[in-house]
């Protein structure tokens, strides 16, 4: 194991009006340790990840969590950043640092608080994290691009629109259940297929319901070296961690198909010593449907082109081959980018020691998740195992 979580905590996402940096880091940096059943003098270092990029004013975030308790005053505290795989990141670095024998308990923390900047700088920000000289100019929107993805991919394999919707209808069903996520509401099929006043095309073939919201929100967990698990009430070990980054430019590259995706894929799996039948489900990053769509062909459920399949055939549904994003994912939870990567953690966590805010996916011991930075850029794939 290259280490064990033994606590957590995550806020609700959305719209928290009543929040902002300082509180939210505070608050799931002192839940989670307590969850921990650890003494905050007993962490040796802190990690915060964290976006920014002009989102919030405060840009040097990493010493609020020392303000969750005095014990933590001059313990090292680093912010990390990967555009949306930022959480990932952070969570790599703890590991790391567990393994290179530097530290024996590492508190995590992932946040972001977007609502309160104007949409437009917001878009700003976000597209920062895409190849700028590709881009429009001032139109350049993570929207337009993955509109793009979605235009090539139905170019080359046909109107998938249909697929797209029965992504988005299983999310929102399944974040109707989650009380953490953003969007707690069912919206059906027919409601997600059709374009409408309330579900307008947004770029290319992408409707309303095919994008993730603009969230705030932390989650926080606590990694230990596995000698710090054994007191543990309860151990979720980090069983496998790939990274896999691929070149910004999206010119070049098949953007139908994921290939850091794939190999980030491949390289945890095999470092696990599993395959992909052994997970019991997977949180995986769908910031768009299309990127969902695209990550069941790259992570080896389906062949190339195939990924509609394992919707008609109900694969990915809770009860089906491989549950994917039983929490709602980023499309219903809610997708607070530095925050994203922790939660889809500690998402999977709650799953496997059954006590999961969303649906329960029964009798699950072994979660894979897939967190990206950019378009298919910064690709992270982590393999979690319930311990204890």
Not at 104 to 127: C, F, I, W, Y
Not at 189 to 207: H, I, M, Q
Not at 296 to 310: F, I, K, Q, S, V
Request: charge should be negative; include cysteine.
């Amino acid at each position: 194991m290259l280490g064990h979580i033994i606590g957590w905590a995550h806020t609700r996402f959305g719209k928290l009006d009543g929040e902002n940096l300082e509180s939210l880091v505070v608050r799931v940096a002192a839940d989670a340790i307590a969850d921990a059943g650890l003494d905050p003098a007993d962490i040796d270092e802190i990690v915060v990840g964290h976006f920014n990029q002009g989102l919030d004013p405060q840009g040097f975030p990493a010493s609020l969590a020392l303000q969750a308790d005095g014990a933590l005053r001059f313990k090292p505290a680093t912010r990390v950043e990967n555009a949306c795989a930022t959480g990932s990141a952070a969570i790599r670095q703890a590991a790391m640092a567990i393994g290179s024998g530097r530290a024996r308990s590492v508190l995590v923390v992932g946040v972001e608080k977007m609502t309160a900047a104007p949409a437009a700088q917001v878009q700003a920000s976000l597209a920062s994290a895409s190849y700028l000289a590709e881009g429009d100019g001032g139109d350049l929107s993570f929207a337009g691009i993955f509109g793009r993805i979605a235009q090539l991919y139905f170019q080359r394999y046909g109107d998938q629109s249909d697929a797209l919707a029965r992504i988005a209808a299983k999310n929102h069903r399944n974040g109707a259940a989650n009380p953490l996520a953003h969007m707690q509401k069912d919206l059906g099929f027919e409601f997600c297929r059709t374009v409408s006043d309330r579900n307008p095309l947004v770029a290319g073939p992408l409707r309303r319901t095919d994008c993730s919201m603009v969230s705030d929100g932390a989650a926080a967990l606590v990694l230990v070296h596995g000698d710090v698990a054994v007191g543990a009430a309860k151990s979720v070990g980090l069983r496998a961690q790939a990274q896999a980054n691929d070149v910004l430019p999206m010119g070049g590259r098949d953007m139908t198909r994921f290939e850091g995706c794939a190999v980030a894929w491949n390289k945890a799996l095999a470092q696990a010593g599993l395959g992909l039948d052994d997970l019991d489900f997977v949180e995986t990053h769908d910031c768009f449907t299309i990127a969902e769509l695209i990550e069941y062909e790259a992570m080896g459920l389906t062949p190339p082109g195939e990924g509609h399949r394992a919707l008609l055939e109900g694969w990915t549904e809770v009860g089906g081959r491989l549950p994917v994003n039983p929490s709602g994912g980023l499309k219903a939870k809610g997708h607070p980018i530095g925050a994203t990567g922790v939660s889809m953690h500690v998402m999977t966590a709650m799953q496997l020691m059954g006590t999961a805010s969303g649906i329960q996916v029964p009798g699950a011991t072994k979660g894979g998740i897939f967190n990206m930075g950019g378009a298919a850029v910064a690709n992270y794939v982590s393999v979690l195992e319930r311990v204890r």
